[in-house]
């Protein structure tokens, strides 16, 4: 238990449906991540919120839309989504404490677009 | 260059030893990390290890640091087949900021 939950686990939706994916962090941590991993693709990082405030979006294009309305809650919005996002969708939390912030994350979502 | 590199796959029989190798890119990295990935799960963090240290070990796991060459690796001694899984290394690129290797692919034969 790393004390970093997504729910749904799976998902599969259509390119004109409309979802969330969820994260929550039970770490009391102050910073938390969506990642994109696809086969044969290192992790890519997409968003990042420190503080609840969005401090890194790297080119993500605008059909995901990320949330986080607590330190403790994240979210990913998803619409009109493309096949080639198939993916599992990794989230993490950290604690900048002295320099370390090691990220913890959450089991992920398995999202296949159809 | 930008990538962080990993040789993709492994394979040892139980009870030996494993060495996973990475190659990092940015020598300022503060920390660097070791995790595992097991079918269908997200990132499990093993361990990690501050860049003055060029040692640590954790139980099975020894991590070794060569801030010269840049390399770091995880050796898993007396190797499980539960020990099967995708390792990543990742270094500090800044903060808020990990990047990940590739990833290796364990793979233990009973």
């Known amino acids: 238990e790393t004390g970093v939950t997504q729910t749904p686990r799976h998902l599969v939706m259509g390119m004109t449906n409309k979802k969330s994916l969820k994260c929550e962090q039970h770490l009391g941590h102050n910073a938390m991540y969506w990642y994109k991993q696809s086969a044969k693709k290192p992790l890519e990082l997409m968003f990042v919120?420190?503080?609840?405030?969005?401090?890194e979006n790297n080119s993500v294009p605008s059909r995901f839309s990320p949330e986080c309305p607590n330190s403790s809650h994240l979210f990913l919005h998803l619409h009109t989504l493309q096949p080639e996002d198939s993916a599992l969708y990794l989230c993490a939390s950290s604690q900048l404490v002295g320099g370390a912030e090691t990220q913890y994350f959450g089991p992920g979502t398995r999202l296949l677009v159809l | 260059g930008e990538d962080v590199e990993q040789s993709l796959f492994l394979s040892v029989r139980e009870g030996d030893s494993s060495v996973i190798n990475c190659t990092y890119t940015d020598s300022s990295s503060t920390y660097l990390y070791w995790y595992k990935q097991e079918p269908g799960a997200g990132l499990q963090l093993l361990t990690y290890?501050?860049?003055?240290?060029d040692m640590k070990q954790d139980q099975r796991l020894t991590v070794l640091l060569n801030k010269k060459d840049k390399h770091l690796s995880l050796r898993i001694a007396d190797t499980q087949t539960g020990d099967s899984a995708i390792y990543f290394c990742a270094e500090t690129r800044a903060t808020n900021k990990l990047i990940f290797g590739t990833g290796t692919l364990l793979a233990v034969q009973p």
């Open positions: 290890i501050f860049s003055n240290m």
């Open positions: 919120y420190s503080l609840e405030e969005r401090v």
